[in-house]
């Protein structure tokens, strides 16, 4: 029996570089069609980035929104989207903020991240997760970490009021800048003193 | 000292527990050896087992534990209602967990510390008895809360099969249910809110077991969700017995909720188990707009949210398309005091009517008129055309739920 657990990310946007590595794995984990991100970096305020995906969230509101019921919330946690009975109708692509759920021109369906759950059954982390090679996206069970020091949202993230997404974030630091100083030259020495 | 007669007592309450005795046998043999009525909490306080069932300190009852006046280590005076007495307390907890709170009720003088020595031997021996039942339990709420979690969320589709599942815990998933989800405004998983919410978990149990229905009980994470059966067919019995049920719960929840909200949804009655999962989407639905709807109390019913409910799930560009049609020249043209938006809005709250809204506002009705006049000459419209009002009250709508998403 699979325990009820809320599988989800951690993001650490201090250590987000942009390089994109998350995206272009689940593209390659998961053969998108074109056009087709299930996850995307964006720009963030400060020079941050994020990498959002589907949060696969405990309110989801693509699963309340579809009039088809062809999403399902696992035990686990994640969030999936049977195809098969998708009408092409958009309805949860406008629903939800992350904008998770995406349009397939090509098969006239909505696809979206299902954490790599072919990975997930050999016991492997999400393509994302591995391709990271900063270690800002990782994978986590949010029922049974006690992380206190991890924050629910960040600026520029979508509102979470509304689906509560199973993503936790360490927020930015200011950022250490160091300059070096200029050394003074004798006749400033003198005008001091 | 009392060794002998320690030995003797824990001997016989090991007999009484191998003979497969549970809590009830062993209180009562406890409390025929010591002479003394005694019973047991859970953390919260309630009474579990006790093994006198004349006086105030039954089963189910919430006692209120205060220090004795001047203090005395491990005594404490309970407190149910106007009943008050002295007692001997000892913490019921293994390594890691606390599991309840055992009492020894009016204790005496207690010479040579007899009764504590022999109460301490009692201890042991319910804590280990009370370290099996939590684990059983927790085993069967694993099993029970997987079940629910499907049914909450759809993941079973033939009512036959869901039905005959539920029967395994004594749910009668043929009768129709309703969803109600209790919600922990402001909730955040790494404080200590979740002690709140096992509590607020609690609590309903307390209201409900009394009733002898066949609700089930989950939490999950700032939610309590309660899935009751429900036999009333009109819709106003069903609403008073609903309300009935959750301001119960919510007033016995209040002294430890503090300055906490809780919100509560309620969401259609479903006559099939596999449709279940709409009544949920529906209560939580209720939950988020409830900080909409203003004068609702703390409990929304989805049936009662009105055209809110269309709203909310209409396309957010469409909406704001039509509030813009409707609202943006005055609202352009408020810029600067917002007075007249203000003055609109209580009107079509006050129902159109001079008299209420100049009260509102503190203002004399031939200012507002005024500013009726200049709102109605801004907008091009009429505000005694019906269309017209119901087009206005609809933008404001739009209003508060845009600006709730965004």
Known sequence: MTKISTKGFLFNVERCIGCHACE???KNENKTAPGVQWRRVTEGENGTYHSISCNHCSSPECFRVCPENAYIKRRDGIVLIDSNRCAGCNTCVQACPYHAPQFDLHQNRTTKCNYCIDRQREGLPPACVVACPSGALVNIDLKHLPLESTVPTVPGFPDIRITKPSIRFFPQKGKKRYWLKEEKSESTKNTDL | MFTQESLDLQNQLLNTLLLGGGFKELIKKASTVLGHDIFFTNPTQRIMVSSNTDNAFVEGTVITVTPLSPPVPGRVQIHVEDESIE????????SNKRLGFLFLANPGEDKENRLKI?????????????????EIEANNRQYGDAFLYDLLYGNMEEDGDI??????????????HVVCVFELMDYESYSQDHYLIKHLLETAELVLTPLNKHYMLMDKHEEVILILPIKERRRRDKKAYLEMLINQILDKADDFLASREVRVGIGHKYDKPSELFRSYQEAKVAV?????????????HFGELGVERILYSHDKQELQEFYLEVLSELESHDKQKNELMETLEKYLINNFDLKSTANALFLHPNSLRY???RIEEILDFDLEDFDVRVSLVIAFKIKHILDYKE
């Open chain 2, 118 to 134: 022999l109460f301490h031997q009692v201890r042991s021996l319910f804590v280990l008895e009370l370290q099996k039942q939590v």
């Open chain 2, 163 to 176: 039905i005959a599942r539920g029967k395994i815990w004594g749910w009668d998933l043929s009768l129709p």
């Open chain 1, 24 to 26: 272009v794995a689940c």
């Open chain 2, 371 to 373: 500013r009726l006049k």
């Open chain 2, 87 to 94: 007692a001997l307390v000892l913490e019921l907890s293994n």
């Open chain 2, 288 to 300: 988020k707009l409830g900080g909409l709807i203003k004068n609702k109390g703390s409990s929304i």
